[in-house]
């Protein structure tokens, strides 16, 4: 069974920082793209940002500078460093994979559960 569980979500007041983590667990042999995105309240899903099994990141404009994305692909992990947390960071944040290899079974845009991410005085 496969399964994306994230952790390390919060609250914390502006200015603050908190860790997202995320591990695949299960029979995986290969992750493509790795990533966060995150979902407010009345809004659409959006791309925080990704990074790929070779490296390559993509960074949403909004939390440039301020975000930093990082991935482990031996242990099947990635994680979201967010500083300077503004309340418009204020959103659930789930951890994606686009394409996910297992023993003769390959998920596609698979998400975790996601985790609560709340930013206020």
């Known amino acids: 069974q496969v399964r994306l569980v994230e952790s390390g979500g919060g609250s914390v007041q502006p200015g603050g920082s908190l860790r997202l983590s995320c591990a695949a667990s299960?029979?995986?042999?290969?992750?493509?793209?790795m990533g966060w995105y995150r979902q407010a309240p009345g809004k659409e899903r959006e791309l925080v940002a990704s990074?790929?099994?070779?490296?390559?990141?993509n960074v949403a404009d909004s939390v440039k500078g301020r975000f930093t994305i990082s991935r482990d692909n031996a242990k099947n992990t990635v994680a979201l460093q967010m500083n300077s947390l503004k309340p418009e960071d204020t959103a659930v944040y789930y951890c994606?994979?686009?394409?996910?290899?297992?023993?003769?079974?390959?998920?596609?845009?698979?998400w975790g559960q996601g985790t609560q991410v709340t930013v206020s005085s």
């Open positions: 994606n994979a686009d394409k996910l290899q297992t023993m003769g079974v390959i998920f596609y845009d698979y």
């Open positions: 299960g029979r995986i042999f290969s992750i493509n793209t």
């Open positions: 990074i790929t099994s070779g490296g390559s990141r």
